[in-house]
Nanobody, 124 residues
Framework: QVQLVESGGGLVQAGDSLRLSCAAS????????LGWLRQAPGKDREFVAA????????DYLDSVKGRFTISRDNAKNTVNLQMNSLKPDDTAVYYC?????????????????WGQGTQVTVSS
């Protein structure tokens, strides 16, 4: 069983940056692929970014490519999401999640463990 706790959300203006962090406990952290997904009001939860178990491969939602960077530190059991050039459309609750190594990182149904979420609000 893996427990995930996010931090770092907040209210920022368009063009600003935020760094989200997720601390994991339980399980063997380095065996999981990790992702960040988000859910805006009235919308389905969507994939944002993922990183494989070793940190050697990443995936991104097209609309965040070049602005967001996901990273992990297996020694510290943490995964981060650096978000630059934020836009109002990025406003959502952001969730950290863990999944097995196999299966698509883009598929939200593949994620077995979830954090409680952290709110990111970008004002125009």
């Amino acid at each position: 069983q893996v427990q995930l706790v996010e931090s770092g959300g907040g209210l920022v203006q368009a063009g600003d940056s935020l760094r989200l962090s997720c601390a994991a406990s339980g399980g063997i952290f380095s065996t999981y692929n990790l992702g960040w997904l988000r859910q805006a009001p009235g919308k389905d939860r969507e994939f944002v970014a993922a990183i494989n178990w070793s940190g050697s491969s990443t995936d991104y939602l097209d609309s965040v490519k070049g602005r967001f960077t996901i990273s992990r530190d297996n020694a510290k059991n943490t995964v981060n999401l650096q978000m630059n050039s934020l836009k109002p459309d990025d406003t959502a609750v952001y969730y950290c999640a863990a999944k097995p190594r196999f299966g698509s990182n883009y598929d939200r149904t593949r994620y077995d463990y979830w954090g409680q979420g952290t709110q990111v609000t970008v004002s125009s």
